[in-house]
């Protein structure tokens, strides 16, 4: 109660008007693109408004990034990028991690000469 009054009595004395309309909080809304984003194995894409939201599906291993889930990935972020009506793109995890590392069974065959002529990670980026 106390706080409430100061704070009244300190924007009075600074004669600070209420927040306009257009910048008090309000919920956001959801709208969702009339065209469908292209669909992935091994991520989720989805649109609202004008925010691409891609999500990393891979829950039996916890998001370990493989090389075929980072070429879904890359996809996927340069289809939202090449999109003039997108303004943001976020990208998520599932509910237990975001994403564990590489994908070291993918790996683990591999040598370091191996990953080096084939330019292993290449294709990452």
Same mark, same amino acid.
């Not at 599932?94 to 084939?118: C, H, W, Y």
């Given at each position: 109660?106390?706080?409430?009054?100061?704070?009244?009595?300190?924007?009075?004395?600074?004669?600070?008007?209420?927040?306009?309309?257009?910048? =008090? +909080?309000?919920?956001?809304?959801?709208?969702?693109?009339?065209?469908?984003?292209?669909?992935?194995?091994?991520?989720?894409?989805?649109?609202?408004?004008?925010?691409?939201?891609?999500?990393?599906?891979?829950?039996?291993?916890?998001?370990?990034?493989?090389?075929?889930?980072?070429?879904?990935?890359?996809?996927?972020?340069?289809?939202? @990028?090449?999109? @003039?009506?997108?303004?943001?793109?976020?990208?998520?995890?599932?509910? +237990?991690?975001?994403?564990?590392?590489?994908?070291?069974?993918?790996? =683990?065959?591999?040598?370091?000469?191996?990953?080096?002529?084939?330019?292993?990670?290449? @294709?990452?980026?």
């Amino acid at each position: 109660m106390l706080r409430a009054a100061v704070a009244t009595t300190a924007a009075a004395r600074l004669s600070l008007a209420p927040l306009p309309l257009l910048l =008090q +909080r309000t919920p956001p809304r959801r709208f969702l693109s009339a065209s469908a984003p292209a669909s992935y194995t091994y991520v989720l894409t989805e649109k609202r408004d004008r925010v691409g939201l891609v999500t990393l599906n891979r829950p039996d291993a916890l998001n370990a990034l493989s090389s075929p889930l980072m070429k879904d990935l890359n996809d996927a972020l340069r289809e939202f @990028d090449a999109d @003039d009506s997108v303004g943001a793109i976020v990208l998520t995890g599932s509910d +237990r991690a975001f994403a564990a590392g590489a994908d070291i069974k993918e790996m =683990q065959p591999l040598t370091m000469v191996g990953n080096i002529k084939s330019n292993y990670l290449g @294709d990452w980026t």
